[in-house]
């Protein structure tokens, strides 16, 4: 191969790999920059904050109430990926390994869930809530939620399911474990890569959604989350952008903390089944 072309190659492929990563970080690194810009709220914004300061957090917190936003979000989001998980864990695992009536009928139903905008469920599951009492709760909010997550869920854990070899559980029948030593030592650890993933749908679009938490909290001020929070940033006639960005900033944060947490799991796990005894 020609040396030439070979350099040139690989600075082209160093130089979009830049563009990329510009085009990606670029919106990151304007909204923190902002958060930090002391004359961002005036409209002074630039690329370089010519000035630092923390007094957009200090309002959020102190005048827009964020903390209690933050805390009625983790709350909803951990309890929303929790039984999400284990009701989508359990239900791919019915439908993957046993063999009952209507089955083929079930897997149709979750596909054709996936397939329904969810601008649709709103108003069926604003009635449903308020059916069940619990409108301006964070309750029916995580009811929802995990109601929005399952059909997701169950389809992907399905697929991982139906992919570990039936032979490995029943060699760890042969050699005396019971279902439970079984699912917790083979089909677990194989099948985890999708149940993170799955975890990861269910806290993205339990920490970040707005229509659905706006629709069933209404006027109930104190149960917002952090979503419906940054809102009350946005004005009528001008925004308070220092303050948005500051919001904004931590809003990430816990997403960020929450997929590198849970990262590692992705990788791993795809194989451990097999060597655990």
Not at 67 to 92: D, E, F, M, P
Not at 104 to 115: E, K, N
Not at 120 to 147: C, D, H, R, T
Not at 161 to 181: F, H, I, M, T
């Amino acid at each position: 191969m020609n040396p030439k072309k070979s350099v040139l190659s690989r600075v082209g492929v160093g130089v979009g790999v830049v563009v990329v990563l510009a085009f990606t970080l670029f919106p990151a690194y304007w909204m923190v920059s902002s958060a930090f810009d002391a004359n961002a709220s005036s409209g002074g914004r630039s690329f370089i904050p010519e000035a630092f300061t923390l007094d957009h957090f200090a309002f959020v917190f102190n005048e827009g109430g964020f903390g209690t936003y933050l805390r009625n979000s983790a709350i909803v989001a951990l309890v929303t990926v929790l039984v999400s998980a284990l009701v989508c864990l359990l239900a791919a695992v019915a439908v993957a390994r046993f063999k009952f009536r209507f089955r083929t009928m079930i897997l149709m139903m979750i596909l054709v869930v996936q397939m329904v905008p969810l601008e649709a469920l709103v108003i069926p599951l604003f009635l449903q809530v308020k059916s069940l009492g619990l409108l301006n709760s964070i309750i029916g909010l995580m009811i929802v939620y995990i109601a929005l997550s399952l059909a997701f869920g169950i389809w992907m854990l399905r697929g991982f399911v139906a992919a570990v070899p039936v032979e490995l559980e029943e060699a760890a029948y042969l050699d005396g474990a019971s279902w439970w030593r079984m699912f917790r030592s083979v089909l677990l650890p194989l099948v985890m890569p999708g149940l993170v993933a799955t975890s990861i749908f269910s806290f993205i679009t339990a920490w970040n959604e707005f229509i659905f938490a706006m629709t069933m909290l209404g006027g109930a001020t104190d149960q917002y989350t952090v979503a419906i929070g940054l809102k009350s940033f946005f004005g009528l006639h001008s925004n308070d952008w220092g303050s948005i960005m500051a919001a904004s900033t931590i809003i990430t944060i816990p997403v960020m903390i929450f997929f590198v947490i849970v990262q590692g799991r992705l990788a791993s796990g795809m194989t451990s089944g097999a060597v655990k005894g």
